[in-house]
Every structure is written in structure tokens, then in C-alpha cells.
């Protein structure tokens, strides 16, 4: 009896170490949402949008689980560390009671739960006439490769304009485990296949917008001293669904696209160019972008169904 119950406590600690020793193998695609198996339920793959690429990108294994909060508020980089403890506990715990059941085929796993706004995105543009469904979908659909080739490329500061602070930094410290194994994840062949906005709210300081996001990638991680593939396959597709939320100062009206408008740093007053960079190139300050436009605040991976 003594043997039965030491031995669920050292697989816990085996599969801690071995996540905290090597914790960028297996990686893909930016914050780790596709990975070996797939999870979720059926989903349309079609969409009347499509924002192709031809770079290579990619980063994690993930399966369905969250980045960021809706709020835009977060712990910033030590919320990794808490989500692979997370995932050995349900490893572990998905063992055992697979045991239990005398084993079998087993069903998918399933993704993260949908976010259930209070307002619909009829009530947004009531609110902000100058809002734009189309050109909001063509803006997730752009940060989606913008953030693909920032992650490929390990050149994250260039997100930061796109990204809360608290999901830039998490998000950041994964890429930095990357780095540190020497290793780089590609994602080939990338489509965002459609976009469509489900819901709109409002929290004490922010306007919230969600969006189902589908996409299709081929995604691997490789070695950069030897160029081996560590994880992931260079031909098998991987069919996507996220759920987005974006996030930007409540309150905050969408300016005319015909508009010559220009913000302006809050601390030294000079023009701000924030399709480029957060911070002021006169005086050095780091803009909070959400003040201005909507950025990403929280990211969920709904399904994965491979091909």
C-alpha cells in the first residue's frame, strides 16, 4: 500500500523535472497552441477572409489552454512556471482515471471554454459608429502573422505595440526559453482562414471585444546546432481555432479612416507612430497602445485537428 501511494508523487516529480529541464521541446507556433494531439470540437475550416504568408515561423505544444487575461491585467512572466505545474496535475490525474475506465479509444481532448460577452457587436457600433467589423478582422488577421514572424524571427520588442504588457511579457519568457535551449519553431504555409467577432463588453477601464480566429499551419521545431527537428512535422497540416480577446481604453472612439489624425505621447507630446513601435522616438517612453487601438489581451486555443 505504502508503494501505491509513493509512486503517484514521484511521476508528479518526474514530469515536473522534466518540464522545468527542457521547457521549450515539443513548442509550436507563438504561446504553444498547436502540439502532437489534437483537442476541441468540429469546427467550420471555411472563411471568407484569408491573410496567407510565405514566411516560416513557429513556437509550443499546447492543448487549449489560455495566455493572458481578458482584463488585460496579468502576472506577466512567472504565470509559465504555474501552467506547466498545472498541466502535470491534469497529465497525471487524465493517467489514472484512463486506467480506471479499463482504458479505449478515448475521446479528443477538449479546448478552452468560449468567453460569453454581454453586449453584442450591434451595441459596439451603436456606441462607436466609426467602428468597422471588416477592417477589425483584417487587423486580428495581419497580428496574427505580424506575431507569427516576430516569434520565428525572436524579435518579440515588435509585438509590444500589438500586446498587452502583461501577455507581451508572458508570452516573451516563453520565446526566451526558446532561445536559451537553441532552438527555433517554425510554422510553413500559414492561412488565416476566418475571422469572426462574437462579442462585445466593458469592464471599470476597458472596451472588450472577442473573435473566433481559424487558421491553418504547418508547424516544427529544429535544433539550431544541429538542424534536426525536435518536435512537430514539416508536412502534416494543423487546422487551428483560437479564441482572441482585445482589449483598448474604455471609452476610446474609432477614428475616421479618411481622418488625418495623429496621437500623441503623453509625456513629451510628439507624433506617435504606433504601427511600428510603443515607445516615443523623441523621448523614450513606453506607450500603452491600448489607449489608442485595440490590442490583444488574452489568447485561447479552442481546437487543433490535424491532416
Known sequence: MKKK????????????????????TGLADAGG????SDYGGGSDWGGSSDWGSGSDWGSSSGDGFVIGNSDGSGTGSGGGLIFWIIVVVIIYFA?????????????????????????????????????????????????????????????????RTGMTDALFNQMGSQL????????????????????DLTGFGQDEKNDIITALVRTRIVDYTVSDETGAVVSG??????????EWTLVRTKGTKTVKADANETAHCPNCGAPLDLNHTAKCEYCGAIITAAEYDWVISAIKGISQRTS
Open 176 to 195: 526566451a526559453a526558446l532561445i536559451r535551449n537553441k532552438q527555433t519553431n517554425y510554422v510553413e504555409r500559414i492561412a488565416v482562414l476566418g475571422v
Open 5 to 24: 501511494r509513493i509512486r503517484p508523487f514521484l511521476l508528479a516529480c518526474l514530469l515536473l523535472a522534466v518540464l522545468l529541464v527542457v521547457p521549450a
Open 95 to 159: 493517467i489514472r482515471a484512463k486506467g480506471k475506465k479499463g482504458g479505449g479509444n478515448g475521446a479528443v481532448n477538449p479546448g478552452a471554454s468560449r468567453t460569453v460577452l454581454p453586449m453584442t457587436i450591434a451595441q459596439l457600433k451603436e456606441m462607436d459608429p466609426n467602428f468597422s467589423e471588416e477592417a477589425m478582422k483584417e487587423k486580428i488577421g495581419n497580428l496574427y502573422i505580424r506575431m507569427q514572424n516576430c516569434w520565428q524571427n525572436k524579435k518579440w520588442e515588435e509585438m
Open 233 to 242: 512535422s514539416k508536412t502534416a497540416e494543423k487546422f487551428l481555432t483560437y
Open 33 to 36: 497552441f498547436a502540439g502532437d
